[in-house]
């Protein structure tokens, strides 16, 4: 068979060459802008993948830490993890939130609580590490923070002249899921009016973790809109960015979990992303949560990025039953998600990956090496709200 050769008029080739190399150098220099810097401590003991901003006043930065030999008993595990807290408190600031991912909270909270000393906010979830290690943890850090403990589980943070109230392991021991999710975001408002803010205006982000989620997530769906009602938090003005997935606490009376974060100060604005293109209102399949909410401060912003799966914009689970085109679409939503905030991965701080089923983590570990090598990220074991979605994401960027 002949080669075929396709000729392009030398003019035209030479524009799209042009037009091609200036596309490039406008993404670096993009990229450059908006680039995190990433760095990967390794010992024996504990991996720590930090993801830190520091061309502005107030340096910042998220580090996932896991540990390296999951043999180890929990103490130990919890020992290394600690150490490694300590260790960067000293070189990247003081922690401003911690979120520790257990896989057994009803043996293993007890002595993690006896060994912090609650001077940040502080959530602990029951969600194993896939990796087959007992613990790993989430930590923000930031420079030039003051942390105030009002209460267990209430925390306000004054930083870059704004105030933030961090809410963690907020639990209620009231009948049901609906119930409990009423009396936990009732104190939740409770908890933002102290300090002149309100649930409709103030709050950017939330985390309802659902023991048997597939059982329970019903109930927490219906106690949020209802006090969403009450607080004009509607399809025709807005919601809240959230994750709502599965999530032990050590007693089994508590179905519910809430870690919420909300802000306030002068120059500061709060706007929430919709990725139309790719998904819908989430309030047209019955639920109330925005797709992600930017927090943007005088030459800074932080994008919080909701739960997202394998949906399209007629909410509908694309996929299924297909891991690997279902993190592919994932990563999609996500990416549209964080362009609509003028951001994009290179500005992710941390993210966490959720699966259903622990048989699909060596596939999608992989899909995160090679797509994320250095990002820092944590895999667990949890749920989506939906039985269809084999695997779901979140994450935090920070942008100038």
């Not at 680039?35 to 991996?47: C, F, G, L, T």
């Not at 048989?359 to 820092?376: G, L, M, N, T």
Request: glycine share 6%; aromatic share 8%.
């Amino acid at each position: 068979m002949p080669k075929l050769f396709f000729l392009c008029h030398p003019a035209k080739k030479h524009r799209k060459k042009l037009l091609s190399s200036r596309v490039k150098t406008e993404n670096r220099l993009n990229e450059l802008r908006y680039k995190m810097n990433y760095d990967i401590i390794r010992n024996e003991s504990v991996i720590t993948r930090t993801g830190w901003i520091k061309n502005n006043d107030c340096p910042e930065s998220c580090s996932m830490i896991t540990v390296t030999d999951p043999m180890l008993p929990f103490a130990e595990q919890l020992d290394q993890i600690l150490k490694a807290v300590r260790s960067l408190s000293l070189s990247a600031g003081i922690p401003v939130f911690m979120r520790f991912f257990l896989s057994d909270p009803a043996n293993q909270t007890a002595l993690l609580r006896e060994r912090m000393d609650g001077s940040c906010p502080v959530s602990i979830i029951g969600q194993a590490p896939m990796d087959g290690t007992k613990i790993a943890a989430w930590v923000w850090c930031r420079k030039n923070a003051r942390v105030n403990s009002v209460a267990p589980g209430v925390h306000y943070i004054s930083w870059h002249d704004s105030t933030e109230l961090w809410l963690t392991n907020g639990l209620s021991d009231a009948q049901g899921s609906n119930n409990q999710t009423v009396e936990l975001l009732d104190g939740l408002s409770d908890a933002l009016s102290a300090k002149g803010m309100t649930l409709e205006d103030d709050c950017v982000r939330t985390w309802l973790f659902v023991q048997n989620i597939d059982v329970n997530y019903k109930g927490v769906v219906e106690g949020r809109n209802a006090v969403f009602d009450r607080h004009n938090l509607t399809p025709q003005t807005h919601f809240i960015a959230s994750t709502g997935i599965e999530g032990r606490t050590e007693s089994h009376r508590n179905l519910v979990m809430l870690d919420a974060v909300g802000i306030k100060g002068p120059g500061i604005s709060i706007r929430h992303l919709y990725g139309s293109s790719h998904l819908n209102r989430t309030s047209e399949y019955g639920v109330r949560f925005e797709r992600g909410s930017v927090v943007e401060y005088p030459g800074l912003k932080h994008v919080f990025i909701s739960g997202t799966a394998s949906i399209d914009n007629r909410g509908q689970i694309m996929y299924q039953g297909d891991i690997v085109r279902q993190t592919a679409r994932m990563i999609e939503n996500v990416e549209v998600l964080l362009a609509e905030a003028g951001c994009g991965f290179s500005d992710v701080a941390a993210i966490t990956v959720y699966l259903r089923d622990p048989a699909d983590y060596a596939v999608v570990s992989r899909i995160f090496d090679d797509r994320f090598p250095e990002h820092p990220r944590v895999i667990t074991l949890a749920p989506v709200c939906r039985p269809g979605w084999l695997v779901e994401m979140e994450c935090v960027a920070i942008a100038d």
